[in-house]
C-alpha cells in the first residue's frame, strides 16, 4: 500500500527553503502529498505575506509544476513559551528547549502512524533548529523517512530582485547581474542519520521531553559495557556478549564458527595471520584433527537444524572467511586484513573469550 507521503519543514524568515524543497522533491519524481510547517509566530506571517500574498508564489509555482498542495493555517506548527503563547524568535536556552519538546511531539504524531512517511527539511530556521531537528531525527526516524537540506548555485542563495523561490522564466536582479530562474540548479542533500527509535520502548518513552529521553538512552548506552565474542564450542556457536546485557546475538553459521573459533585460537595464541588459501586450509584441517571434529561426505544435521563440517568447505574456506567477515562487517566489527591473509588482526586477545569443552 501506498504510504502518504508528508513534507515537514522547518522555516525561518526566508520562505524560499520551502518552494525550492518541494520544487526539487516534485524534480525528483517524491512529489509530497501534504506539507507541514514548523516555524514562529514571526516566521509563519512572514511566509503567508510573501507565498500566499499578493504575488500569490505558491499558486504560482503549484500551476507551473503541476501540483496542487494545499498550504494554509492547518499547515503550520508554532514553537511556543511556557505560558503557551506563540513566540516570535528564540533567543533563549528556555527557548530552545521549548521549541525541542514541540518538534519531538509533532515529528512522533507522523513517525508513530505506520500509513505514512515523511520526509523533515532542515534548510530553514536559526542553527539550532536545525541541529536538534536532526538530532530528533535520530530519535523517531524509521527507515522510510528522510532527512534534507535544499542547496542552490549563487547568486540564486542572495537576496535578489524580485526574490527568487523556485526555477522559473522569470528574471533576478543581484548586484547589477541579471538571470533568469531557469539557470538556478537546485541540489537536494538527503543527510544519513543513525536510527535509534529501535534501541528504546518508544511506547514507554512516548510522554517524555527531549531532554528526558536523551538522558535515558545515555544512561542506557553508558550502561552497556564493552562488546566481546564468545566461542561456545559445546554448542558449536558464537556470540556478541557484553558485560551488562550478557549474550545479544548468535552471528555465523556451523562452518563459520568453527573458523572463527579456529582463528581465535591462533590470535590468543599469539600466532600472525595466515597467508594463502593453502595455509588457511591447512590450519582448519589441523584444527579439525585435534579438536576430533569428522568431516561429513555430504551435509547433515547436527541438531537444531545446524549442519556438519563437510570435506568440500574446505575448498571454499576463502568464500566462506569472506561471508563470515562481511557479517561481523555488518555489525560494525569489520575483519581489517590484508589481501590474501586470515587472522582476526583488528581484535585484542580479551576481546575473545573461548568457553572450555565438555570433558
Known sequence: MRKKHVLVAMVGTSPAVLTETVYAL???GDTPDEVRIVTTLKGKETLKKELLGEQKIWG???????????LGDASFELFKDKDNNHIN???????NELMADTLLEFLRGFTNT??????????????????????????VGRKDDQLFHILVNEPFDKKMNPPFYYPSSQEHEYNGIRKKGTEAKL??????????RYWFDEKKAMDLSYNALVSKLNEDTESYGERKVQIDPPNHQVYIVNETLGRQKEIFNYVEAHLFWMLAERK????????GENALRNSFENFLKRHRIELEEKKSLQGKGR???RKSDLENLVRIFSSMSKKLEDISWPIKNEKGKYGLENFSKD????????K
Request: with cysteine; glycine share 8%.
Open 60 to 70: 504560482k509555482m503549484q500551476d507551473d509544476i503541476g501540483t496542487k498542495i494545499s
Open 89 to 95: 524568535d528564540i533567543t533563549s536556552s528556555e527557548d
Open 26 to 28: 516534485h524534480k525528483r
Open 268 to 275: 590468543k595464541g599469539g600466532e600472525p595471520a595466515l597467508e
Open 351 to 358: 576481546q575473545l573469550i573461548i568457553l572450555e569443552m565438555k
Open 114 to 139: 505506520s500509513d505514512c512517511r515523511i520526509s523533515f527539511s532542515i534548510a530553514g530556521g536559526r542553527k539550532t533548529m536545525s541541529a536538534i531537528g536532526t538530532l530528533i531525527m535520530s530519535l
Open 307 to 309: 549442519y556438519s563440517i
Open 187 to 196: 541540489q537536494l542533500a538527503e543527510i544519513p542519520y543513525v536510527r535509534m
